[in-house]
C-alpha cells in the first residue's frame, strides 16, 4: 500500500495557478494516482486520475514524472469556490477497496 | 440522472440507540462503499458491498456495526446502541464496476449522539 504525503494547508489568491504535490515513494507498477476534492458538508468528488506524464481535463491537470514517486495537481487561475479540502490517492485500479485511503489532505483556502 | 442519495442528511440519536444510514446509488451502479470521516480527518474504508453481498468488510468495527445491500432498495448502514464516538459523517460511494476508482459519493449522513 503507497503511502501518500502532501501539506496540511495552502493560501492562494483569486486568479493564481495552484500546484498541489503529494509524494508516494512506493508507488507500485500496478498503481494509479487519484485526485478527489472535497466541500465541506459534502462527499468527496473526482477530480482526475492518472498513471504517467501528463494528464488533462476541464478542471485540472496532473503532472507525473518519470519516476512516479510524486505527483503535482495543477488548478489554472483559482476562484473562491476552489476553496476545498484536496485529497491525493494511490492505488491499483484492480486492488481493494480497503485500500483507498484518503489520509488528511491538503486544505486549499482561496481569498480575494 | 440523481447522483448518489444518502438519507437522512442529519441524524440525531441518543446514546444506546439505533442509527440507520440510507444509501441508493446512481442509476447502473451496483457496486456499494461506506466511509466514515470524524471531524478534522480523512474518511475511512468501512465496507463494500454489491448486491446482497459484502465483499470487504475489513474496515468495518467488530461490533454493533452492520452493513446490506439488498436487492431491492437501498444499501443500509446500521450502528446499534450508539455512542459518542460513532458521532462523524459516513459517506456512501458508488460504482458502476468493481473498485473502480472514478467512485461518486453522496453528500453524507452526519449522525450525531448525544
Given at each position: 500500500l503507497a503511502k501518500t504525503t502532501q501539506p496540511i494547508s495552502m493560501d492562494s489568491y483569486e486568479g493564481q495557478e495552484v500546484n498541489i504535490t503529494c509524494s508516494h515513494n512506493n508507488i507500485a507498477t500496478n498503481d494509479y494516482i487519484t485526485w478527489y476534492q472535497q466541500f465541506p458538508s459534502q462527499g468527496p468528488r473526482f477530480i482526475i486520475q492518472g498513471y504517467k506524464t501528463k494528464v488533462t481535463n476541464e478542471v485540472a491537470s496532473l503532472f507525473i514524472p518519470a519516476d512516479r514517486k510524486s505527483s503535482t495537481l495543477s488548478l489554472p487561475r483559482v476562484s473562491l469556490s476552489d476553496t476545498a479540502v484536496y485529497y491525493?490517492?494511490?492505488g491499483a485500479l484492480t486492488g481493494t477497496a480497503s485500500k483507498l485511503t484518503f489520509g488528511t489532505g491538503t486544505r486549499?483556502?482561496?481569498t480575494l | 440522472n440523481a447522483g448518489v442519495m444518502q438519507n437522512p442528511r442529519h441524524l440525531v440519536r441518543r446514546r444506546g440507540q439505533e442509527a440507520r444510514l440510507r444509501c441508493s446509488p446512481m442509476k447502473g451502479h451496483s457496486?456499494?462503499?461506506w466511509y466514515r470521516q470524524l471531524p478534522e480527518e480523512g474518511l475511512k474504508f468501512m465496507v463494500y458491498l454489491q448486491k446482497e453481498n459484502?465483499?470487504?468488510?475489513s474496515g468495518m468495527p467488530k461490533e454493533r456495526f452492520s452493513a446490506e445491500f439488498p436487492k431491492e432498495g437501498p444499501s443500509i448502514l446500521r450502528i446499534q446502541q450508539v455512542v459518542r464516538g460513532d458521532s462523524a459523517a459516513y459517506f456512501?460511494?458508488?460504482s458502476p464496476q468493481r473498485e473502480n476508482y472514478g467512485y461518486t459519493f453522496g453528500s453524507g449522513t452526519r449522525l450525531t449522539v448525544v
Open positions: 491525493c490517492l494511490v486549499l483556502q482561496v | 457496486h456499494v462503499y459484502i465483499i470487504d468488510e456512501c460511494a458508488s
